[in-house]
């Protein structure tokens, strides 16, 4: 095998090591059944079997209560930005978008696409999306107000969550599901693409409040009904198995290995506490989101030059770290640091950008 490097990727993004291990380990022949997990049924037992456990360890690592439905469906999170408002907007009343930045920004055009009533009430837009913004009000007349929880491609983070006032929140948690414990009660629907912080691209992963289910359109198209994944268990048709199949053991491995979302968390603030503070203790290095609004998933930074962002890059590269390029939109470099990401990675991470500077600074 070669060598495994220090992934800082924005997503697709590093896997837990004994996962691809498992994987590995049981890829020709999974539990004796004598084939591949991506040659048998979603129909077997074998598949209801994972499918279930997936569902049933969401659950318990979030502490959902019964009155939570958790989904898979493909189409990943863009999907969820077009079939959030077209299931959840109650007719007559606004749909209200908080937007921070470029997925926000996206889900927000769906919503208008579909020729939705839609208030951004409010937006950090006015300083390129580098901080969460706080002062702003909820209508109760709202069908629901949503919010992205981290902000990829910017680098900040909701520390804590609105109070919406009993309006139902609808997040997408894509880059940090599972990084933190939540009190899931006042969403009324999480979603994530599995593909940054639990599991391999190819689906999302969708948790709904039952009440949310009531509001959804009989006249809607089969595959983009919550319903039809909810009564059929995500099974209607053929899920994305091998990706549901993997998000099970990641799930498995933040339960058994790591100990649970509070044990995760601590180790989240720890390797983002290192990072960012060697990045403050430095002239050379600039850190591009407001220090109240950074997020422990996506460190964004600029060097002084754009010609020493590439070779800083490239560098880090050569000596084993990857992914650590800002987004073409922005420029600038990020390290993604999702729970694979380790805190040994951290630190050479930070050792690295320590020796850059003494020869560049
Ligand atoms: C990556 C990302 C998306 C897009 O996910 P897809 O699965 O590629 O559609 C949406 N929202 C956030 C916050 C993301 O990080």
Known sequence: MGKRIHNFNAGPAALPLPVLEEIRDEFLDYKGCGMSITEISHRSKLFDDIINEAIERTKRLLGLSENFHVLFIQGGASLQF?????????????????????WSTKAIKEAEIQGKDVRVIASSEDKNFSYIPRDFQVDKDA????????????????????DAGGVPLVCDMSSDIMSRPIDANPFGLIYAGAQKNIGPAGTALVIIREDMLERVSKELPTMLKYTTFSEKNSLFNTPSCFVVYAINL???????????????HQINKNKGKILYDFIDRSDFYQGTA???SRSLMNVTFRLPSEDLENRFVQEALKQGMGGLKGHRSVGGCRASIYNATGLEAVKALVDFMAEFERREG
């Open 290 to 292: 407001a220090p109240d």
């Open 250 to 264: 990641v799930l498995k491995w933040l339960e058994e290995t790591i100990g649970g979302l509070e044990k995760m």
């Open 143 to 162: 069908s629901y107000v949503h919010i992205t929880s981290n902000n990829t491609i910017k680098g900040t983070q909701w520390a804590s969550f609105p």
């Open 82 to 102: 077009c079939m959030v408002p077209m299931n959840l907007a109650i007719q007559g009343r606004p749909v209200d978008y908080i937007n921070t930045g470029t």
